[in-house]
């Protein structure tokens, strides 16, 4: 009887065994790390979640696929610390608090229940002893003792600057959280306010932040590198200073200060402190106006090349240093105040914006680079000589681009009158949140001794109980109005002073929470350093590209920190990264308004979770999206089916001598065994599903055309499915492992050992080629010598027929797999 004709008592139920054998992962806890243990130590990380409610569809497929490399490094012999927690301050609480007039910990630790059970239920190998909640006091008063630590260092600092603000959500945003001119997590407008904020000094390490980039590339993914390439943005220039008629010098950043004798007009960003410093009394009305309109547009509106261009005159003239020429200073929207000094000589020959503002306000226009015989368009950014480059001790003329540079530099230094400079386009971290539901900024603010820190022995500093409408946005933290806890008294005087009432951007949380989970429970300090060195670096950090910039440049910046303070022995912290698509539908993003949203619990009613897991995983490569509308659960049921089936055939003994089984079955296990542990080292898990269906179907094929079900070369290929499938789908793996004979839990058993003759082919496919076309494909022998190949190849009659009557003028042979006849 073939395996389709099975009675309905013989079909695998998931439901009936999904309780069963979650109540005995609990009773074996097979996945708690030790820290002792003699074995090899790797780390398995997955992007911890924000507990907004119970899982979805994109929890599932990074989870399933993390299950993957942590289940696997179990079975390869390795001690894996595979951890969850929820990353659980943030924005979401606090208005769900707001909506229900609750605290934000009720809605908080409600989610965080919902997903732990559910994480569970899906089958996750999560090692639960070191979960951790950023939002509990134990782990911000650590968060917040590194803040100061920072502060010590130098790297955390106030000032009052133009700020990305919220207008929904009432608070600043960093500029990686402006997305397209908008909150990326309301999708509201942003707009500009001046504020006094805290900052983190992550430029200071901008040149390591971008030079290990190189080191990263050949583990993590190009988008990735690419997006953090760009986001640092190194540029190499120079600083160049203006004297100003009746006023300060001015230094602007160039990258080109070859171009420097064509610099015909200067424009400050008209909402940089210096642009009010500079207007003349007689501009300042004009320009207060237009600074009004400039504070309504967003920053990727000022920079769109479609915009049109606007300005107002200062007043003021700037003495261009290679020519004594007096040139006037503007105040225009498309810079930005934290590009350089927040001013730019203007080059409307070598700039298109530059040359659309000289246009609009007829301004001089002179060309510094030669542009193409051809060359019919406006601005010229491209190579070419210098031209019109010339004063009375210095030519450019006739250099190019590489050449003037230098030449101009070298002449600015000697003339005191610029340096050589390298500029970034990444900008300090804005942390300050005007926010109840993050950790506090552990500052006390005293008319007498300044900013004062928070004596370390006092940590951590606790959120006062807050709810419902005293959480209300109110464009200053809500903590501001809690007077009991605002006004203290100053640690370092005794005087009257005032908290810091605002809080820290959840990234801090998550910059470091991985350092944690090697002694989640450490009381004395953050972490234990020893036990950070032996757990890290991650081996495997497994999320969303949507933090490609964000969090994964926060953490590396922290870890390169933590480790200049001795506090990690290494500075990457992540050595290998994969990213996982999104799990769209019907060709879009779910969302309600769509009507295209796929519930999880649905889905893992209606097919169980080992289903829903192997459909995700086989999808595609894990970077790629997955449209469910084009997903088959029902398919992965049969498979999954025939796959338990399997384990019931066999009739040999637990621990049968296989080498006197089938051998072209033990050929076809050994193939897959090795090639699945190719597979998954190379992230290419859906590859390594379609070879464990291939073994399902060879040892089907086996036992339906007589090899028997007493073969023992079918129990180990059996077995070898049960162990693979593990992997993937966990419940079908133990109840195949179980019927096998085995004692729980598959998951912590070997990776099957594979006999390296049998990885030998018996014979290979020679392709025989008449001038390049194939006439004839020959199984031989894998040791064939070419003059054997040759013949055979020669007396093959289609390739007979192909070179009758002609001569044969040359025989390529590449023993043993191919021949190839010139005619």
Not at 346 to 361: G, H, I, N, S
Not at 362 to 376: F, G, H, K, S, Y
Request: proline share 6%.
């Amino acid at each position: 009887m073939s395996d389709t004709d099975e009675a309905d008592d013989q079909r695998y139920d998931p439901a009936s065994v999904e309780q069963k054998w979650q109540q005995v992962w609990a009773d074996l806890d097979p996945f708690r790390a030790a820290d002792d243990s003699p074995r090899e130590k790797r780390y398995a990380l997955t992007m911890f979640p924000y507990p907004s409610g119970d899982l979805h569809m994109g929890h599932a497929e990074v989870f399933a696929l993390h299950d993957v490399a942590a289940r696997y490094w179990w079975l390869r012999g390795y001690e894996v610390l595979n951890p969850m927690g929820f990353d659980s301050f943030g924005l979401n609480a606090e208005n769900a608090a707001i909506r229900d007039n609750e605290h934000p910990a009720t809605f908080t630790y409600a989610n965080i229940a919902i997903s732990t059970e559910s994480c569970k239920k899906f089958g996750t190998s999560f090692d639960w002893s070191r979960t951790l909640n950023t939002s509990d006091p134990e782990y911000y008063r650590w968060t917040q003792w590194l803040f100061l630590k920072f502060r010590e260092r130098g790297l955390a600092y106030r000032k009052e600057s133009p700020v990305n603000w919220c207008p929904v959500d009432q608070t600043v945003l960093a500029n990686e959280q402006v997305i397209d001119g908008h909150c990326e997590r309301c999708g509201a407008e942003v707009t500009k306010r001046e504020l006094t904020q805290w900052y983190f000094k992550i430029t200071e390490y901008a040149q390591e932040l971008l030079d290990n980039l190189d080191v990263l590339a050949p583990t993590w993914p190009d988008r990735v590198i690419n997006a953090q390439r760009n986001w640092i943005g190194r540029s190499e220039g120079a600083h160049v200073t203006f004297e100003v008629v009746d006023g300060e010098p001015l230094t602007v950043y160039t990258t080109r200060p070859d171009t420097l004798f064509g610099a015909t007009f200067m424009v400050v960003a008209a909402d940089a402190h210096l642009a009010a410093q500079l207007v003349t009394d007689e501009q300042r009305p004009a320009y207060d106006a237009y600074l009004e309109e400039v504070r309504k547009a967003s920053d990727i509106e000022r920079l769109s090349t479609e915009r049109p261009k606007t300005g107002v005159f200062l007043g003021r003239y700037a003495v261009n240093p290679v020519n004594g020429e007096q040139i006037p200073i503007w105040a225009a929207d498309y810079v930005l105040p934290d590009y350089g000094t927040g001013a730019i000589m203007a080059v409307p020959a070598q700039d298109q914006r530059d040359w659309e503002f000289a246009q609009k306000f007829d301004l001089p226009i002179v060309r510094t680079v030669q542009p193409p015989a051809d060359w019919e368009g406006e601005a010229y950014v491209g190579p070419g000589p210098a031209v019109n480059s010339a004063n009375d001790e210095i030519s450019l003329d006739g250099m190019e681009v590489d050449e003037a540079k230098t030449a101009i530099i070298g002449w600015l230094e000697q003339q005191r009158a610029g340096t050589g400079a390298v500029n970034f386009r990444l900008r300090d971290w804005l942390l300050s949140r005007q926010r109840y539901w993050g950790a506090p900024i552990p500052i006390v603010h005293c008319a007498k001794c300044g900013e004062v820190p928070v004596p370390e022995d006092q940590l951590p500093v606790l959120l006062p109980e807050l709810r419902g409408a005293d959480l209300t946005p109110r464009g200053v933290s809500p903590l501001a109005a809690a007077e009991d806890w605002v006004n203290v008294d100053c640690p370092s005087c005794g005087g009257p002073a005032k908290r810091d009432s605002d809080t820290m951007d959840t990234f801090v949380d998550s910059s470091w929470y991985f350092l944690r989970y090697c002694s989640p429970h450490e009381t004395d300090r953050a972490f234990d350093t020893d036990l950070v060195n032996a757990w890290g670096p991650c081996d495997v950090y497994i999320g969303g590209v949507e933090h490609a910039v964000l969090h994964l440049l926060y953490a590396r910046f922290f870890t390169m920190v933590l480790n200049d303070m001795g506090l990690v022995g290494f500075r990457e912290p992540f050595s290998a990264q994969l990213n996982q698509g999104t799990v769209i539908n019907e060709g879009a993003k779910m969302s309600k308004s769509k009507g295209n949203g796929v519930r999880l619990g649905e889905q893992l009613a209606a097919f169980g979770v080992d289903a829903v897991r192997l459909t995700l995983v086989f999808a595609g490569p894990p970077e790629d999206d997955i449209d469910w509308a084009d997903m088959s659960p029902t398919g992965s049921v049969r498979f999954l089916q025939r796959a338990w089936r399997l384990s019931g055939d066999v009739t040999s003994p637990v621990g049968a001598d296989a080498s006197g089984g089938d051998v072209e079955l033990r050929r076809a296990t050994a193939h897959a065994v090795h090639e699945a542990g190719e597979l998954v080292e190379g992230f290419r898990f859906n590859v390594m599903i379609a070879r464990v269906m291939e073994l399902v179907n060879a040892t089907r094929k086996a036992i339906d055309s007589g090899c028997g079900p007493a073969d023992p070369a079918v129990r180990e290929a059996a077995e070898a499915v049960a162990i693979m499938l593990s992997l993937v789908a966990p419940y079908t793996a133990e109840e195949m492992w179980s019927r096998l004979g085995h004692e729980p839990t598959v998951a912590r058993t070997s990776w099957p050992s594979v006999d390296p003759d049998l990885l030998v082919e018996s014979s290979v496919t020679a392709v025989v080629q008449v001038q390049g076309k194939v006439k004839a494909r020959l199984e031989v022998s894998p040791d064939i010598a070419a003059s054997e190949l040759e013949a055979l190849a020669l007396a093959e009659p289609a390739v007979a027929r192909a070179i009758e009557g002609r001569e044969v003028r040359r025989v390529i042979v590449r023993e043993p797999s191919l021949v190839n006849v010139v005619v």
